[in-house]
């Protein structure tokens, strides 16, 4: 066996490896530290709005359960998360438009318009939810999505549970294992990498 064909096997074994992990982590991931049913606020995680400014399905789909939760009474404002994307469009602002219209209050939506990855949507909500004297909230986000969300806010120091948007259209099986498979890449990349290097300052 020649050293070349040795050092890609080598690195197809590692590969395999470390895409177990990633799934194993996703498989493990918390999705809560309380059995809280009421929160001092709902994080709105962002998701990339259209090229003109309108919310993407997944961005609605978000949104909209979180309205869903706050008209339950799950808690009395919401955070929404998000900074500027390759559109230009923030999404904590396309996100606000969205929820206004459904109903809530400009009073009880709290923008974050600055973050551009989870680790800082985490973070920066956090921050202003300090600022605020919160200590607990209740995170919405795609199912997919919610797994690396666990991981990244299990590292704050809040009260937090995970709380899945349903798709508002059906999914595709393609389009549903892409979606899955980016997450377990993404998922290995804060597991390797980003958990150090872009964690809260």
Known sequence: MSWRTRAI???????????AWAMLARAFAP??????????AIIVLGSPADSEGNPTPQQLARVT?????YERGVAPRLIVTGGSTRHGFIEA?????????????????YQEPEALNTIQNACYSERIMKA????????????SHLPRAGLIFSRTPLEWRTHAAPAL???GGWSQEADA???????LRYLVYAQWADRCQ
């Open 132 to 143: 605020q004297g919160w200590r607990s909230a209740e995170v919405v986000s795609s199912a």
């Open 169 to 171: 259209e059906p999914e």
């Open 93 to 109: 602002q396309v996100m606000t438009r969205t929820a206004e219209a459904m109903g809530v209050p400009l009073s009880s939506i």
């Open 31 to 40: 999705t809560g530290n309380t059995a809280r049913s009421r929160f001092d």
């Open 9 to 19: 096997l080598i690195s197809a074994a590692v590969l395999v490896v470390l895409v």
């Open 181 to 187: 498979g980016v997450e377990v890449l993404k998922t």
């Open 65 to 69: 359960e979180a309205v869903h939760e």
